[in-house]
């Protein structure tokens, strides 16, 4: 069952398709370091009393607490 429809949905794939390898591995360090200055402008507007280290810190014992130690 669709929750929601994703009328580009193909499109998007289509567009994963037709990049290189070498195209979709950029794509994900770009997604990855996104998602990371994300994070940390989320820190910083919830925790605008602490300093630039402490956010770092922060940032860092949270992404600890994500990591798979499964292997």
Same mark, same amino acid.
């Not at 949905?9 to 390898?21: A, C, D, F, K």
């Not at 507007?45 to 600890?64: G, H, M, V, Y």
């Given at each position: ?15 994963? #398709? ?8 950029? !794509? $994900?360090?770009? &997604?990855?370091?996104?998602? *990371? ?8 507007? #919830? ?8 956010? !770092? $810190?922060?940032? &860092?014992?949270?992404?600890? *607490? ?6």
């Amino acid at each position: 069952m669709e929750i929601k429809p994703r009328p580009n949905h193909s499109i998007y794939i289509q567009t994963l #398709r037709n990049m290189t390898p070498e195209q979709r591995l950029q !794509k $994900a360090f770009e &997604l990855s370091a996104f998602t *990371k200055d994300l994070f940390l402008q989320g820190l910083r507007k #919830r925790f605008s009393d602490k300093t630039e280290a402490e956010i !770092k $810190a922060i940032c &860092l014992e949270r992404t600890d *607490k994500c990591h798979n130690r499964n292997y």
